[in-house]
């Protein structure tokens, strides 16, 4: 943004960024985490008018030291749950997704378990109408009788901390505990038939509804069907959509294309058409006169906005066959529409030398 960019056009700039860089876009990707991070520090100096003058006056240093949760390029970085917490209100909710699909990650600084996340194929019917799905899924568990102890190392935090000396002078920072990944907890009593980690798998098999109008990348969040942690707190089951390749619909955001086939004698003379729809067959009308590649709208026979009443347009692309064999009387026929036409026998009659 511009140095004197607006608290509006500061929002806007934060709410893109974020939502490219969001993590339950980005699982397990650190770089796509830092910036995340990086970019909630920004907006927290920079929505925040004091912070802003500071920075103005003395760049990073007016700002990053002794300050918390006000890190900016150095200093002491927010944590995840600081960042939902206090920029929430920007996606309209705890979390970006939540008020999307009605799923969404829980925080309030409780560890869990990994979030799945799994691949579902849709045919367009099914997205227009929106469907109901039954599916399969293995998720780990801790194994019943299986107990636990705090971690040694960070003491049952889950997180170490450490103090580096930078030219801002000392900073803390604090990262994952390499010895329990983060639970806070260690395997004491583990019984037969789980693993290392006191976890076994278990199959379950669940029904999720998906919303009408959804598209190819969106995907919808299963709250608690994620695998558990030591405490058996249990992520998230995110489920992607993926659209299947269709006959003769094609889609284009929330209107959907089909090519329709029509006669010389349909395309000059007008006719009406029963075509595929994503509702069912209805009924077309072929204006007289018609054009190749001439495109008809059909109102409100696209795709439905999600969550919402309105649909889009199904587009018709008009093609007009050429017969490649004529029976004796229609040859007649044409060579007679060429004479009312002018059409001259010869194209070379029409050059004048």
Same mark, same amino acid.
């Given at each position: 943004?511009?140095?004197?960019?607006?608290?509006?056009?500061?929002?806007?700039?934060?709410?893109?960024?974020?939502?490219?860089?969001?993590?339950?876009?980005?699982?397990?990707?650190?770089?796509?985490?830092?910036?995340?991070?990086?970019?909630?520090?920004?907006?927290?100096?920079?929505?925040?008018?004091?912070?802003?003058?500071?920075?103005?006056?003395?760049?990073?240093?007016?700002?990053?030291?002794?300050?918390?949760?006000?890190?900016?390029?150095?200093?002491?970085?927010?944590?995840?749950?600081?960042?939902?917490?206090?920029?929430?209100?920007?996606?309209?909710?705890?979390?970006?997704?939540?008020?999307?699909?009605?799923?969404?990650?829980?925080?309030?600084?409780?560890?869990?378990?990994?979030?799945?996340?799994?691949?579902?194929?849709?045919?367009?019917?099914?997205?227009?109408?929106?469907?109901?799905?039954?599916?399969?899924?293995?998720?780990?568990?801790?194994?019943?009788?299986?107990?636990?102890?705090?971690?040694?190392?960070?003491?049952?935090?889950?997180?170490?901390?450490?103090?580096?000396?930078?030219?801002?002078?000392?900073?803390?920072?604090?990262?994952?505990?390499?010895?329990?990944?983060?639970?806070?907890?260690?395997?004491?009593?583990?019984?037969?038939?789980?693993?290392?980690?006191?976890?076994?798998?278990? !199959?379950?098999? *669940?029904?999720?509804?998906?919303? #009408?109008?959804?598209?190819?990348?969106?995907?919808? $969040?299963? +709250? %608690? =069907?994620?695998?558990?942690?030591?405490?058996?707190?249990?992520?998230?089951?995110?489920?992607?959509?993926?659209?299947?390749?269709?006959?003769?619909?094609?889609?284009?955001?929330?209107?959907?294309?089909? !090519?329709?086939? *029509?006669?010389?004698?349909?395309? #000059?003379?007008?006719?009406?058409?029963?075509?595929? $729809?994503? +509702? %069912? =067959?209805?009924?077309?009308?072929?204006?007289?006169?018609?054009?190749?590649?001439?495109?008809?709208?059909?109102?409100?026979?696209?795709?439905?906005?999600?969550?919402?009443?309105?649909?889009?347009?199904?587009?018709?692309? *008009?093609?007009?066959?050429?017969?490649?064999?004529?029976?004796?009387?229609?040859?007649?026929?044409?060579?007679?529409?060429?004479?009312?036409?002018?059409?001259?026998?010869?194209?070379?009659?029409?050059?004048?030398?």
């Amino acid at each position: 943004v511009n140095r004197d960019a607006s608290s509006v056009e500061l929002k806007r700039a934060y709410r893109k960024i974020a939502l490219k860089y969001h993590p339950d876009k980005n699982p397990d990707d650190k770089e796509a985490e830092k910036t995340f991070k990086e970019a909630a520090e920004a907006y927290g100096v920079l929505s925040d008018s004091n912070k802003r003058a500071q920075y103005d006056q003395f760049g990073h240093a007016g700002v990053g030291m002794g300050q918390q949760g006000g890190g900016f390029g150095g200093g002491v970085h927010m944590s995840m749950d600081d960042i939902f917490s206090q920029f929430g209100d920007i996606f309209g909710g705890d979390d970006i997704f939540s008020s999307f699909f009605g799923g969404g990650r829980r925080r309030g600084g409780r560890q869990r378990g990994k979030d799945i996340r799994i691949r579902i194929q849709l045919n367009l019917e099914d997205i227009a109408s929106g469907v109901e799905k039954t599916i399969k899924i293995k998720r780990s568990v801790v194994a019943p009788g299986t107990k636990f102890t705090n971690c040694t190392t960070c003491h049952g935090h889950g997180q170490v901390s450490q103090i580096s000396n930078t030219i801002l002078g000392q900073m803390r920072s604090s990262s994952t505990c390499p010895y329990c990944h983060g639970s806070g907890k260690i395997v004491g009593n583990r019984p037969s038939g789980a693993g290392p980690d006191g976890m076994i798998k278990k !199959e379950e098999t *669940i029904k999720i509804k998906i919303p #009408a109008g959804v598209e190819e990348g969106n995907y919808m $969040t299963v +709250d %608690g =069907k994620g695998n558990e942690d030591s405490n058996g707190v249990a992520g998230d089951l995110n489920v992607l959509f993926e659209e299947k390749d269709h006959d003769y619909f094609i889609r284009n955001g929330e209107d959907v294309l089909i !090519e329709a086939h *029509i006669t010389f004698s349909q395309a #000059a003379l007008g006719a009406t058409l029963e075509v595929p $729809t994503l +509702d %069912g =067959k209805a009924k077309l009308k072929i204006p007289a006169g018609i054009q190749a590649g001439q495109i008809l709208r059909m109102r409100s026979k696209g795709f439905p906005r999600v969550r919402r009443s309105s649909r889009g347009d199904q587009l018709v692309r *008009i093609h007009i066959e050429t017969p490649k064999k004529l029976s004796k009387n229609t040859r007649k026929l044409f060579e007679d529409l060429a004479v009312a036409d002018g059409v001259p026998k010869n194209i070379f009659q029409k050059i004048k030398i």
